[in-house]
């Protein structure tokens, strides 16, 4: 099935042919005003040199008119190969489409809304057919009926003609055209944007990403570069604005020959004053009983600290190198 874009601004024209697989692009004098553009030839010839296929308006109140118009932009230097000129289905539109077809030029009529339209088109030699779904049932039609009848009619018949699935509204109607068979599909940039997203392959990309960090990074590349060293003569009130300065729940407290006291954090902060009350804000680091540290060595994978974290149901780790501490690495940074 072929994918075509359906636009006329600029910007989502080139980053949807970043792609690299859409076939062409659709646009219509409507879009082009709501994008304020004033030169339309000017505007032609730019997308006809960005895009594969570009398929363009058309217009004039005769057959003769309309294939004046076609031959006039292809003199603004359009490759006839490349270029779908669309004419409005009706009498002189398919008169048109005949005429357009013999002098070997690409057609797509369009806004067609009934089987009938769509089989005087086909008759005609139309290259594409484009019946409109989303402005169909906008009216309360059963549009999918109606593409799938042009569908089975081209195959029946053995017409030489693509059936264009067009004006899509919702990603449902994409799984629509796939299920029908049509042959091409025009879309919107922003419902495209949406067709590769699903809530299990975010989620799923998301873990894979994640376990591939915990096998290839190390906990001193995961470490935010802050190393929250305190002396351990420091006294608790000094050490919890210290904490606050450094940006962590923790801070390693040092001896003067550097060796690690211990591990002060916001749970001990709680835990002491809990125990001894306000007053011991104004004792030393150095009055407190530490535990030893859970440590973990920098050159260890993430994996080994997820380990750890997993074990002893802490929020931080203190980060070792050769025995000197370098810094804290907080259960947070393992999502980084």
Do not use: W
């Amino acid at each position: 099935m072929e994918l075509y874009l359906d636009s006329a601004n600029l910007k989502e024209i080139e980053e949807g042919f970043k792609l690299g697989f859409l076939d062409g692009l659709t646009t219509t004098p409507t879009f082009m005003q709501r994008e304020g553009i004033t030169d339309i030839d000017g505007t032609i010839v730019k997308l006809s040199k960005i895009v594969p296929v570009l398929q363009i308006e058309a217009l004039g109140d005769t057959a003769e008119d309309i294939l004046k118009e076609a031959k006039r932009q292809l003199a603004l230097g359009l490759d006839k190969n490349k270029t779908v000129f669309k004419i409005p289905v009706s009498l002189e539109g398919v008169r048109a489409c005949k005429m357009l077809r013999n002098e070997g030029l690409l057609v797509n009529v369009h806004l067609v809304y009934t089987l009938q339209q769509a089989y005087m088109a086909m008759q005609a030699g139309a290259t594409y057919v484009c019946p409109l779904v989303g402005r169909l049932q906008d009216q309360g039609h059963d549009a999918l009926a109606l593409v799938e009848q042009c569908v089975d009619a081209v195959e029946y018949y053995g017409y030489d003609t693509k059936i264009m699935f067009s004006s899509v509204r919702t990603v449902e109607h994409v799984r629509n055209a796939i299920n029908i068979g049509v042959h091409t599909i025009t879309v919107p940039l922003k419902i495209m944007k949406q067709l590769t997203e699903n809530n299990f392959t975010t989620v799923g990309t998301e873990q894979f990403i994640a376990d591939t960090r915990l096998m290839t990074v190390r906990v001193k590349e995961a470490i935010n570069g802050v190393n929250p060293l305190v002396q351990a003569d420091t006294n608790i009130t000094d050490a919890i604005v210290k904490m606050t300065e450094f940006g962590f729940g923790a801070i390693t407290v040092v001896n003067k020959d550097n060796s690690v006291l211990g591990v002060f954090t916001d749970g001990t902060l709680r835990r002491i004053i809990s125990e001894k009350g306000r007053d011991i804000l104004q004792k030393k680091l150095s009055d407190l009983t530490f535990n030893a540290p859970i440590s973990v060595e920098a050159g260890a994978l993430l994996n080994e600290a997820a380990g750890i974290f997993k074990k002893t149901n802490v929020d931080t780790l203190l980060v070792l190198d050769n025995g000197k501490p370098i810094g804290i690495l907080d259960i947070q940074d393992m999502k980084s």
